[in-house]
C-alpha cells in the first residue's frame, strides 16, 4: 500500500513538472499562427474562393475549368 501511496506521488510530481512547461510564455508568437488568405470571386458564379486554388483566364479567376469554359474564356498562358 505504501508503494501505491509513492507511485501517485511520483506520477503528481511528473504531471507538475510537465504542466510547467507545457504552458507557453507570455506574449508567444500567436499573431504569427494566423496567416491571411486573399479570397477572389469566380467570374462566372461569384463563389469565393482563395486565390491559390482559382483558375485563372483571360478575364480572370474561376473556380473551375467548367466555368472558365462556361465563360468562353481560356487560359492566359
Ligand atoms: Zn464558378
Not at 461569384?46 to 474564356?73: F, K, M, W
Amino acid at each position: 500500500m505504501k508503494f501505491l501511496f509513492l507511485l501517485l506521488v511520483a506520477l503528481v510530481v511528473i504531471w507538475a513538472i510537465k504542466r510547467s512547461r507545457v504552458n507557453p510564455p507570455a506574449g508567444s508568437d500567436k499573431a504569427q499562427t494566423a496567416s491571411p488568405t486573399e479570397m477572389v470571386a469566380c467570374a462566372q458564379c461569384g463563389i469565393h474562393l482563395p486565390r491559390a486554388e482559382g483558375v485563372s483566364g483571360q478575364n480572370g479567376l474561376y473556380c473551375s475549368t467548367e466555368h472558365r469554359s462556361a465563360a468562353h474564356d481560356s487560359n492566359p498562358a
